[in-house]
């Protein structure tokens, strides 16, 4: 299973950015996707969630301003990131739990895509 994560870039306070993760690999079905960032010195963070029922869960630093969602058809989980702040600046990863065609469930990272917020 490979997660390739993309979108991130340098922007300026106020603008957006759309990060999106592709699931590749012979899965049955993904279970859970969620968002992490890592902001330099800092531990890694839960930004956003959203299980397999459709319900998505936000830290509070990123509510109303960042959207999670899913295409089941492409594997893939994206993130909009609205009204973007300095302190957003970071690594962002993608992960996601899954169902193997074996019957394994397991828990996958993508590579991080930089976010650099400049205010």
């Known amino acids: 299973v490979q997660l390739q994560a993309s979108g991130g870039g340098l922007v300026q306070a106020g603008e957006s950015l759309t990060l999106s993760c592709i699931v590749s690999?012979?899965?049955?079905?993904?279970?859970?996707m969620a968002w992490y960032r890592q902001a330099p010195g800092k531990e890694r963070e839960l930004v956003a969630g959203?299980?397999?029922?459709?319900?998505?869960s936000y830290t509070d630093s990123v509510k109303g301003r960042f959207t999670i969602s899913r295409d089941n058809d492409k594997n893939s989980v994206y993130l909009q990131m609205n009204s973007l702040k300095p302190e957003d600046t970071a690594v962002y990863f993608c992960?996601?739990?899954?169902?193997?065609?074996?019957?394994?469930?397991?828990?996958?990272w993508g590579q991080g895509t930089l976010v650099t917020v400049s205010s």
């Open positions: 959203l299980r397999s029922g459709g319900r998505a």
């Open positions: 992960n996601v739990g899954v169902q193997l065609a074996s019957g394994l469930i397991e828990n996958y």
């Open positions: 690999g012979n899965i049955l079905r993904i279970n859970t």
